[in-house]
Structure formats: C-alpha cells, structure tokens
C-alpha cells in the first residue's frame, strides 16, 4: 500500500502502554491526517510504500506535545509579572488592559510560534478575544481546544484591589457569551477536526451563578467539555465565601459541573476532601507547573490528585510570569519540584512526565482517541527531536537506554528539528512552515512598544514594582 | 582610536553595580583579548573605530555565562542516573567505570560544546584526567580554571556500598597528586591567561588526611586555589565520622582548608553553625541546583550562605544526572526551587540569580577582576543573544523593562547567537568556529556505543535499576 509519508529508522518514543513504549528503529506510515501504521522499520518499509520519506537515523520521533492550559494572547506582555507578590493586580492585568485586540492577537500569534517551534502540536488554548486569535491557529496549522475565555467582571485596569468584592457586568457576560456561542458556530470540529472548542467561563468569583447556569446549559446544549479555572487562589476562595457562604468547589458542585467534562486548571486552593471529591466525579487537572511556582511560589497537588485516581496533564499558562510556553520546561519544572518537594529522587521520573506531556494530557483533556500517542488511527501529530544535537548526546541505545532521561530532564526544545501536525509538516528543519515567523515575531515588538507607549501616557508606572525596579538597574 | 572589535546598538547588560547594569543602547568595544571601553553607542562610536563591528540592533549582549562547578568528561554517561536513590553507586560510577581515557575525552568535548553554545565561556572544570581533558579547551578556545580531580580510592566499579568503608590506595594518590603538579606546570597561567589551573581534591572521604596536607602544602606552594566537595552527602559525613571522629568541615578546619582560597561545591550536609563557620572564613559556595535537586531531591543551603555573607555562584555539575550543562537551566531551577521552598515568589528574583551566573559566580571563584561583567579592563568574554527569538519577544524596553525576567524565565539557552572569549568570536550566527561539531558529536556517540557493549560484556545490567526500566518500556 502506497500512503502519504513514511518516517523510518528512528527511536519511536509512541507513548504507549504503561510507560514510553519505544521501538528503537521504528517507523510510522501516515495517510492523509491520520496514522496508518506503526512499527519496526523492516515492518513498515515492508508493507508500506510513501510518495514521500523522512530518514529519522539519531531522531527521537515522539507524539506532538499537548498543552492542556495556555492563554496565548498572554505572551504580549511576557516577563512582566514575575518576582512579586500580587501578580494580578500590580503584574499582569494593568498591563493587559493597555492591549488591544491587535496587541493580543499579535502576541497570541508569537506564542503559538515559540510553541509550536518547541513540539507543542495541540494546544488547549483558552483566551479572549478567541474569536480573533483562532485564526492564528487557523494560520500556522496548529491544532487547537479553543475556548472563548468568559469573565463578567468589569475590565480590570490599573489600582483595583485583590480584596475587593466587585459588582458583576451583566452584559459583558451576555456579550462574552454570546462570542463563545459564536466561536462553536463558526469552529467547532472545523478544519477536518483540527480545531475544537469548549466553554471557558474564566473561574467562579469571575461569572455570576446565572451566567454560569447558562454556559452550563450551552454546554450541554452542543454536547461540550468546559474549561475552567478552579480554585486557583485564596482570592477566589475569599469571594466566593463572602458572596455565597461557601467554597468554589462546593458552589461548582451544586451548579452541576463536577463532570469528567470539566478540565480544571491549577486546583491549588483545595482541601484533601475536594480533591477526592474532583477526582471521584472524573474532573480533570491543567498543572502549569513553572506558571504556579514562579507566580506564587507553590506546587499545585498534582501528586495527591493522581494518587485520588484523578487525570493530570501539564500546561503552560501564560508569558507574564513563566515566562515561556515550553513544555519540555514544564517537564523539567515538574519532576524536579515534586523531587524536592518530597525529598526524593524517585519521584516523578522522566517517563511519567513524558506522559503527562502526552498521553495523560491527551487523556485528561479528552482528547485521547486523537492524539497523545503514535497509533493507528490517531491524528498524525508527530515531532522529531535531533539526538546528535549536544545536549541530546551521546545516545545509549541499551542495555542502559537514555533518551527519555534526556528528554525530559536535558531538552530545551530546540532539539525539535521537523513537526507534524495533521499530517502536514509545520516545522520543516527548525523553519516553521506556515507563516513568515520573522514578519510575525516584528509585529508582536511593535505592538509591545505601543503598549510600552500607552504605560507611559497613563503614568501607572510610579505604582508597578517591576518598572520601579527597572529604573532602579535591577531589571 | 581603533580597536579590534566593536559591539553596538544592543542592551548592554554589564552586569556592574548592585543590579544587571543595563545600557540600553550600548556598545562594547575590544581591543585584543580585553574589553576596552563600555558605554551608549553614540560615546563608543564617537570615541573608537574599529577593524570590525557586529551591529547587536534587537540583541541583549552579556558577559560570557561562568560555570563555577563542572565535570565535562561525565557527559559521556549522559542520562543515565536520574529517578534512583543511590546515584553514584547505582548510576554513574559503575557506567563511568566503564569509560576509558579516550571516552572520557569526547564527553568532555561533548560538553564543552553544548555549553559554549549556550553562553558559559568559563568553566571550572573539575575532573579527571584532567591533563588530558584540558585539550579540548584549548582546541575551542574556551577559558578553563582547571582541576585535577584527585581521589585516593581504589576505582569503584560495580557492586561497591556506598556504607563500605574502603582503604585508600596511596599509591593512586601520588600518582594523581603528580598528575595535578604536572598540570599546574604546563598549564597554569598559559594560553595567555586563559587557562589557569586550582586544585582539586575530591572529598574529604576520598583522600587520606596525608594527601590532603600534601594537595594543601603543593597550593600554598603554587599560590593556587581550591576546587573541592564539600559536605556533599551524607556518605561524606558518616565515613569522614566513622574514620575521624569528626565531620567533614571540622576536618577541613584543622587541616587549614578554611580560606578564601578554597571553593566548596554543594555543603549541603552542613549545620548553621559550620555554614557560618564556612562563610566567616571566606569559603565560597557552588550551587549546582539541577544536579542535586535531580539527584537527591534536595536544595543546597544557598540562601542561607549568602544571608551570612557568603560568596555563591552557580554550577551545572554533571550531566548523568542533571542532565544538562546549561546556565539557563541553572538559573531558572534556582528561582523556582527557592520561590516553592518559601513559598514567596518575590525571593531569588531574576536579577539576582543572572548574578549568580555572571558576577557574582566570578567573584565565587576569585576571578572577577577577569570576567564576570562587563567592565574595561576585564577579558573580553562576551555572548549575545537575539531578543527577537520567540522565546525572548517581545521586548518592552520600558517602563518595564523585561529583557533580564525573560534571560531568566524564559530563554533556553538557543538564544545565544554569537559567542566571544578572550577577545576570539568563538561562536558566530549559532555555528562553533573552532572545532568540527559534527565530527565531536559522533566521536561521542561511537564512545557510547563502546561504553554499551562493554555494559552487556560485564552483564552489570541486571543490577542496574536504569537498565531495568529500559527493559520494562519506561526508559
């Protein structure tokens, strides 16, 4: 059988079974979007013929890698909220509220670049304005679980308390709404599947109980998952008590979302009880570790929530205070912080957080019967990571075998040489393929210097302890 | 007047004053192997002219990285000890036992490579043998404070206890004491300063008290420093106990190791007291955060040392077991390890740890009226990084400014376009000017495959927990 392309002779990294499920020279035929087949190289070159073949001799081939919690608008104002305390409110949202749609849409663009040049092929992207910064997706060919990022909050601009009880926006939440409506009208399974979405009311203290009764509604209506910041901060936990007499987890469980279908980012701010509680009803976790430890200096409880039977991906979370959207940092962040938060070195090995960049993150998003793994069938969502690159060398292919070590604890990412992505090649040679990186990554600086220009008309800056800093040398 | 080189139009990060020093549009200029003048563009450019200039337009220009604690030759075992407890027996040794002089070699080349290209142009570089690893920084043009790695114990292989306590093989010591002699003899001070040479005694536990007065009396003799393990394990402390009567700083006192001139790597088997003890008598600290923090599930007691007024820099120590040599990596894991440990994100911020990779680790090692920032008079050792990497844009360049939180959060380390040491661009557009990477990277790759096959000749595998999971899939 003649299919579209054969990549042969590499470590196959598939990700299946209970560990990494390598085949040392392997082969992976891909027809059209989807993987045909799977195996030893003498098997497939076997079987198979391709109108097109790529040599993977010394390639690490893998699974494309799969960020379950990434606001990519966010990357606009990266490295610009970290090293504080209040990171909300004196870091990143007075410096997102002097962004305009452009801006986001420019930022969105230059962090699905940066990505997607380090492995990232699905990206669960949960933003506003989303109706705007799909297209991004839509242009560089990367697959997407967008999700129109619902807050009825009035705009936050610069001096507003993390303490304050606010009154809710009635009709921004209708008008957000209504867009996320629009989104899964206009998105939903679009692309031959490449681009899905799901509700994403922003968090509890952030959406009345009405509004979230219908996104709930919506949801269900159009048979979709929702993705949802959950107990994320005290903060949240504050309101939510002063407005309703009880916790976020509580509240959410009353309102009917406790559902495998609700993916749930950071859960930092829970009790054992809640968590048994997310984990029996079949909710998700988003663990962005390096966003968590950088921002507020902790480790969401992903080991508990794992050993509750709960599903736990890894995820990025935005620019301004992680400050990339990298997951093989995640990785690296992630098996070193459990380590030491355990005062273990067992912990957390490479293979287990391989697969919550991968399978498990896949499997904890749903998403699992499409991608996360190499296997007949799946999508053809494919990278391949250069093992002659220095840090990726010298390869012990046994009886010592170290390549997933090296993946997870020595990749930077900029070992990922070609990604595939619906069977189309995206990242050919480090070059991405698909739009003018150079042209795009302009945009985003000349959109940060209007941001820059906007700082400084308002005069916010004698507050902002990072511009404080600047000008004292530290920064 | 007309210098050799001039570097204009960047973000001159110099690294003086008690922040980073950034010139926002500043020049370096270079005359010889020495950094003539720093300042904004127009008052180097209306001062000097130059045979060559690199227009640094959308670049943040750096001293070179300084790595204050490096084994390079161990990258030749790369990946294979991480996710065990007994690391050294059960990792690295019996594989490193298998390593002959020419193994060890490439690995070190190996690494030297990686690291040049990520910005260290410094290394001290702790190692055995080192008379023949010190080749390759003469070849790349790297600049080397050197060590001897002197170890009075028989050759571990397979099968040791990390409880047994072993007779020292005296005969090994001379032997490697005259190694280091020879060394200091061809090398110190050579290559026009670029290579110097200190002494590098193991461990407390791995030399006899005799040969460590004798590597003391050949220092004080030399006028050299001393690169050392310091209370890196409990081994350490239960052997140095069960043969003395004594912990291993309490040995070090009364053996007159205490001084400014010895540089301790790890002490984190140390009370408040001898760390107060270390830090009165001018004993600077290496933190190799990724390396123990993989290895042992711990974090060095950095924050404490510098709070008494010790001097700390940062090191990648070994790549079995970190496993990458890559400052970036280094300064990320120290602030996020600290942020979770005080569960305050404000401490170990971004300005401070880049310190710890530039300044502040040449100050460690008592060379920074050498390197370390960027200063007339200091070698010119100098990297350059693209601000218009994806993973470093945008650039707001104020009134925040976040150049140095992305150099510390975000970049990988790929970022590094053009690399200077004393004076010689070393590497140029991404690409090593001084050796054949290619040819390097698969003399490693062939000493690998070696180094496996006399892993199956031995059949130590069976032992071997890394060899286990690879048999099981998870590795």
Redesign the interface.
């Known amino acids: 059988m003649t299919v579209d392309l054969i990549i042969y002779g590499g470590f196959v990294v598939t990700m299946e ?6 085949i040392p020279d392997g082969a992976v035929a891909i027809q059209g979007n989807t993987i045909a087949a799977v195996g030893s190289t003498a098997e497939i070159m076997g079987q198979y013929s391709a109108h097109r073949t790529i040599d993977a001799k ?1 390639k690490a081939v893998l699974p494309g890698l799969v960020d379950t919690h990434i606001h990519t608008s966010n ?6 909220s ?4 209040k ?1 909300m409110y004196s870091g990143i949202l007075p ?1 997102l509220s002097l962004a305009k749609t452009e801006d986001l849409t420019a ?1 969105s663009m ?1 962090n699905i ?2 990505a997607v ?1 380090k492995g990232t092929t699905t990206f669960c992207d949960y933003d506003f304005p989303m109706l705007e910064l799909i297209e991004n997706h839509v242009r560089v060919g990367t697959r997407v679980v967008a999700a129109e990022m619902i807050n009825e909050l009035p705009t936050v601009t610069y001096g507003v308390q993390d303490t304050q009880l606010r009154d809710f926006d009635p009709a921004k939440g209708e008008r957000q709404l209504r867009d996320a409506k629009t989104l899964v009208e206009r998105y939903h399974q679009s692309h031959g599947g490449r681009i899905t979405c799901m509700m994403g009311p922003q968090a509890s203290e952030m959406c009345s109980v009405e509004l979230l009764r219908e996104v709930k509604a919506c949801a269900d209506k159009h048979d979709l998952d929702i993705h949802m910041h959950v107990a994320q901060s005290d903060r949240e936990t504050r309101q939510v008590m002063e407005r309703y007499g009880k916790r976020p987890v509580e509240l959410l469980e009353e309102l009917g979302y406790l559902t495998p279908r609700l993916h749930a980012a950071h859960i930092t701010e829970t009790s054992e009880a809640e968590q048994r509680l997310l984990a029996r009803r079949g909710v998700s976790m988003a663990l962005c570790t ?1 966003s968590i ?7 969401p409880p992903a080991e508990a929530y794992l050993s509750y039977g709960g599903r736990v991906g890894l995820g990025t979370d935005q ?1 301004p205070g ?3 959207n ?1 997951l ?2 995640e990785m ?2 992630t ?3 459990h ?9 957390f ?3 287990k957080v391989l697969r919550m960049a991968t399978i498990e993150a896949a499997e904890s998003m749903g998403i699992a019967e499409q991608v996360g793994s190499l296997r007949p069938g799946k999508k053809a969502d494919v990278i391949l990571m250069d093992l ?1 690159s ?2 990726m ?14 993946i997870v ?6 070992e990922v040489e070609t990604v595939i992505i619906d069977g189309r090649v995206v990242v050919e040679n480090y070059v991405l393929q698909t739009v003018d ?2 042209q795009e ?2 945009a ?2 000349k ?3 209007r ?2 220009q906007r ?2 008309d308002t005069g916010w ?1 004698r507050e ?1 302890p ?2 404080q ?7």
Do not use: M
């Open positions: 079974g209970r560990g990494t499920g390598i010394n990357a606009i104002v990266r490295g610009c970290q090293d504080i305390n990171w410096l930022g230059l670049i940066e040049k390096g430890g950088i921002i507020n200096g902790e480790l620019a992680n400050n990339c990298n093989f940092n690296k962040f098996a070193i912080l380590k030491y938060k355990h005062n273990d070195p067992t912990v090995p490479a293979w002659h220095p840090a060398s010298p390869v012990l292919s046994g009886p010592v075998r170290n390549i997933v070590p090296n604890y020595s990749a930077s990412g900029s990186e150079v990554i302009a985003a600086n959109a940060a210097e941001i820059c700082l400084r800056e902002l990072l511009a800093w600047t000008k004292e040398g530290l920064y």
